[in-house]
Each structure stands twice: as structure tokens, then as C-alpha cells.
């Protein structure tokens, strides 16, 4: 390797971007030319300043788990991208991004509902969210002892885990959502063929007020107890989530969070 194909591959080889064959070869290079080898010197110095003396943004701890959702949708939005295009819109959103766009512009406008609380809002979006992007459950267990210990490491506190299943609610997994700014526990319900996410997480703001809102056909009914927060947010009747918030209520403990 010459002088000259060797001072352009400097830049690649700091990035670590050369294959281990051309590595060797400049490398071998680099032993015998002191020219070179001050050039990549003074290069990898320029980079660790600007490193040092760049500011950074520090991403959100929920950021992540919101790029995840919306990897998500998009990849589930194929069938939603052949709906449009049978609709003649296939030119105006083509590919998977349109569909997902599209998604998420229709859910912003449905669910923001005038007089009602945006953090009930949030828990009806991520509800519908959750059965449209076929991601109910991180973990599908009917076994509380299984779910429980499931959000070990993953959140800063254990939520309470209830089986319903003998009133006719039964258990069926959970996952972790993103709620109020925080990763939160999602644990999910059956009733017949609808679903109930029931969020919960630490109350260190202001204490939820056990009022019952509808949301566009969804109902969303909140409640603090032993500071943490309870969300359940179901398509069911009042009468029937109404009778779940009561059971859970009941069969929830005055523990505080984590014990």
C-alpha cells in the first residue's frame, strides 16, 4: 500500500469501518511511515476534543420504549397501507411510514376529548394502541406468580398482581407501557372477547380521583391507593369495569410500592 492509498483510508480506520484484510495492509503501512502515523494521531485528537466538547442531549428514560411502539405500528401497518391504496390514497401514502403516519394522526384526533384529563387520554390511546399493533402482552401467562415477578428489573417498583379469574376476569399477561412520563405496568384482563389494561405505577404527583370517563365508546376509571396509582381502561360498560375496579380494590393490599 502506497503513501497516498493509505492517507484516505486513515478516516475509515479510525471509524472502524475497513475490512480485517485492508486494516492489516495500512496498518503495515502505518509501521514504517512516521507522516502517517502523526496524521492519524492529530485526527483521533480533533475527534476526542469535539467528543468532549460537544453538548448532548440527554434522551428521556421513556423515549425508548416510544421508538419501540412506533417501530411497531409501522411494521404492523401493512394491511393498513392496502386499505388506502384500495381507497385510490396509495400514491399519497405509500409504504409502511404513510400507514403509520396515517395511524397515529387518526388516533391523535379521536382521542383528544375535551374535559377529559390527558392522562386518561394517553391510557385509552395506549389501550387501542396496544390491540392494533398486536402488542397486548410482553409476557402471556393466567399465573400471577408468573407476571409479578416478569417487571423484576425492569421497573423501580413491583406492582400488584390480582387473579380475577373466578369472577369471570381472568389474568393473562402484562408488559411494560409508557404512562405519565414513566414506564409503568400494564396488566392485562379478559372479559368475554374484550380486554381490560389496568396501569399501574407510583403516585409522586398529584393522586388520582376515581372518576370514571368515556372516551369515544372506551371507558377509563382511575383510583390512588397506598401511594400508587391504578388506571383501568376497557371498551366494557361502565357496570362491568365499574365491578373489575371494585374486585381489584378490594384484593389490593396497603403495601407500599415495592414491598
Known sequence: MNHDEAAK???????????????LKLEEHLAGCPSCQKKLEEEQDLVAVIESETPRFKASPFLKTRIV????????????VSWWKRLSLGSVFSGLAGAAAVLVILMVGFFATPGIPELDQDAVANHVRSLQVNHLMDVV??????????????????PQVVDLTPAGYPLIGGRLDVLDHRYVAAIIYQRRKHYINLFIWPSDKESLRGKLYDVNTYHALGWTKSGMNYLAVSELGEKELREFVGMIQEQTTDSRPGE
Open 69 to 80: 411502539a412506533a417501530l411497531r405500528e409501522e411494521k404492523s401497518s401493512a394491511d393498513t
Open 141 to 158: 401467562s393466567t399465573d400471577q406468580h408468573t407476571v409479578k415477578p416478569w417487571f423484576a428489573g425492569k421497573l423501580d417498583y413491583s
Open 9 to 23: 483510508l486513515l478516516g475509515p480506520y479510525r471509524d472502524g469501518e475497513l475490512d480485517l484484510a485492508t486494516c
